[in-house]
């Protein structure tokens, strides 16, 4: 993941620091902690919550139309792990129910 696939031409300096820590987080998988993640989204909301306000009504509707597809996209890469997890975490149960009967 980079930059140019969580910011855009409206993307606020803060908004930009956040999402810098986002990136790095995907980009440290699989070791990230998944607390850290959701910090981090939580963080990005607010972040945006707090950008929204101090916009005009044309700024606002640009950004929004920009933001929402960098969401989308953050969507899409969070699903990504998660069916990851899930498949790891089914692999690991069968594993686990295989060494038993081994036992």
């Not at 810098?20 to 850290?36: C, G, M, Q, V």
Request: proline share 2%; glycine share 0%.
């Amino acid at each position: 993941m980079n930059n140019t696939e969580l910011n855009h031409k409206y993307t606020p300096e803060e908004l930009n620091e956040t999402n810098a820590k986002i990136i790095e987080f995907f980009n440290a998988l699989p070791d990230a902690e998944f607390t850290t993640l959701k910090n981090l989204i939580i963080a990005r909301h607010e972040v945006i919550e707090s950008h929204l306000v101090q916009l005009n009504e044309s700024q606002r509707k640009a950004f929004v139309n920009l933001e929402l597809e960098k969401n989308q996209f953050l969507t899409e890469e969070i699903q990504k792990i998660l069916e990851e997890a899930k498949s790891d975490l089914a692999h690991f149960v069968r594993s686990r129910s295989a060494a038993k009967k081994y036992k």
